[in-house]
């Protein structure tokens, strides 16, 4: 889909995050960098054998995606993340943190957030669209008003083929009553092209990978090594940038707060 994010500052999103050397020069300038501050937070993760992944050419949401529909089973899963289409992997018992929503999301309380079945997240997308990512959803509805159209989006699972079966037998119905047809209902009708285009660019359960990308996730299940990381490293860190101003400066006093978690 060639309007696929087009709406972004470029259109090769995967390369937002790479900057060239007059840029970085630039950022390197800067009393306060972006570019510094997340390559800081990647070293403070890497001391902390936090796993990291970043692969070119791949959107994050498709290595998360394939990461929980590889492990629900083996571990309990949280997701972090203002993107909606998350949502489609809660039967997977995945719970989710919406910063903008003050509880964790998961399938027992999606209602109280949403106005559809959290079963039917992709379908909504899939007709609706998504205006952040720039893809266009069947002419003349958005979610209100597919809701309003179909109000069993509310309480159980449809599919786009149902909906669409149902939009004709409601026009149809309508004609043979003498009334003038929805064109709403005609755009989901006559546009199962793009339904399936659709389909394709938001659906999770079918993640978009490079064989780089696979790789990555498999190492996922190799154990870090413990040499070269540790708490020793953590704690320069911090010296460096000013974390432990508040302490005397000893490494006793800085692990002193977490004691009762270690213990």
């Known amino acids: 889909d060639r ?27 800067k009393k306060e960098s972006l570019l510094n501050q997340r390559k800081r937070i990647q070293a403070y993760c890497e001391e902390l054998f936090i796993r990291q992944i970043e692969v070119d050419d791949v959107e994050a949401d498709d290595i998360i995606a394939r990461y929980c529909l590889d492990h629900n089973n083996k571990e309990e899963i949280y997701l972090l993340s203002n993107d909606r289409d998350f949502a489609q992997l809660l039967d997977l018992n995945i719970t989710i943190i919406f910063p903008n929503i003050d509880q964790p999301v998961t399938k027992t309380n999606y209602m109280m957030h949403f106005d559809h079945h959290y079963t039917n997240a992709l379908v909504m997308k899939i007709i609706c669209g998504d205006v952040s990512d720039n893809i266009k959803g069947v002419g003349g509805l958005k979610e209100k008003g597919l809701l309003k159209l179909f109000p069993e989006l509310r309480y159980k699972t449809m599919t786009v083929r149902e909906i669409c079966q149902k939009a004709d037998e409601m026009n149809t119905e309508r004609i043979a009553n003498k009334k003038k047809p929805l064109k709403a209902l005609e755009n989901i009708v006559n546009n199962v092209p793009r339904l399936k285009t659709n389909f394709k660019l938001v659906n999770l359960r079918e993640p978009m990978l490079t064989e780089d990308a696979r790789e990555e996730i498999l190492q996922l299940e190799v154990p870090l090594s413990p040499e070269d ?17 508040v302490y005397a400066g000893t490494f006793p006093q800085y692990v002193e707060p977490f004691y009762t978690v270690i213990m």
């Open 3 to 29: 309007d696929y994010k087009a709406n972004r500052e470029t259109k090769e999103w995967h390369k937002k995050i790479e900057l060239s050397a007059a840029e970085i020069r630039r950022e390197k300038a």
């Open 229 to 245: 990381r540790g708490s020793k490293n953590l704690y320069k860190l911090m010296i460096e940038d000013e974390f432990l101003s």
